[in-house]
């Protein structure tokens, strides 16, 4: 019995400290994205103070939808055509609420900067994400190299 406790415990804590490190993990993507947007569109303090609230409220919102997106995805193999159907449809609500979502967005950023503003904060961004999954690809490369 007391074998079994520890398995428990230990399977607990490995999986506590692998989600810690994924969390970790995701927030220092986040810092080094935060810096990376603020030093690509060269913020002031007063503009930095405006946009983060609002970009951040806007990433938060289409994590969301991205997981629901997921949800709906998922177990496809049991489904009916009534089912699938439905599913279907909570995809395209789920498009449909992703492009509003955008809308409301750009239309916030505009407040704050200028069209061409946020045309190159859309470039940071994707040269941000390009970065990112080139380091990544060079991480899984080289992790194939040293096996």
């Known amino acids: 019995m007391k074998q079994i406790i520890f398995l428990a415990f230990f399977l607990f804590a490995s ?41 951040n409220e806007y990433e938060e919102k289409r994590r969301n939808l991205y997981r629901r997106e997921r949800a709906e995805v998922a177990n496809m193999e049991c489904l009916s055509e009534e089912n699938a159907d439905a599913k279907l449809e909570e995809y395209v609500e789920i498009e449909r609420e992703d492009y509003l979502l955008k809308k409301k967005y750009y239309n916030d950023l505009k407040k704050i900067f200028t ?33």
């Open 15 to 55: 999986l506590y400290a692998v989600a810690q490190d994924r969390d970790e993990h995701r927030e220092k993507i986040r810092a080094l994205k935060t810096a990376y947007i603020t030093e690509g569109l060269d913020l002031t303090a007063k503009e930095a103070q405006q946009f983060w609230p609002v970009y």
């Open 115 to 147: 069209a061409r503003r946020i045309m190159q904060l859309k470039k940071v961004e994707d040269e941000f994400n390009q970065k990112m999954m080139r380091e990544y690809r060079e991480r899984q490369q080289a992790s194939k190299n040293n096996r």
